[in-house]
């Protein structure tokens, strides 16, 4: 697979989405497919880690442990608008591509220099 995505936070009701059969056979198509998540709030993991769309996948302990593998090539960031800048900022600095859920943070300005971050990165 040429793009491989780890999640970063299950925190939105509808992360599950993106590990359904019906996504994973989407990603599949487009030569993509969904490698692992990372949850950082252990409370929500606990409620919602359990899914039967996550059987099977690897779950990450940080998120460096995303940023450090070499099978991860972009971070689908499902976490709170208030983190969404934050993980996608280190995504990009570390040569990962990103898809933000929406909305992709609290202010235009935040979005407007993490598109500074991914046009110096070459992204």
Sequence with gaps: MSLRFAQISIAHTHAHNAFTPQSRKVLNRHDAEMVGIYEPDPTIRRARGDRPEYAGMRWYESYDEILDDPNVSAGYIESWPCECI??????????????????????????????????????
Excluded: F, Q
């Design 86 to 123: 934050h993980w996608a900022r280190k995504a990009l600095l570390a040569g990962m591509h990103i898809h933000l859920d929406k909305p992709p943070g609290l202010s235009l300005d935040d979005l407007e220099s993490l598109y500074d971050v991914a046009a110096k990165n070459g992204m």
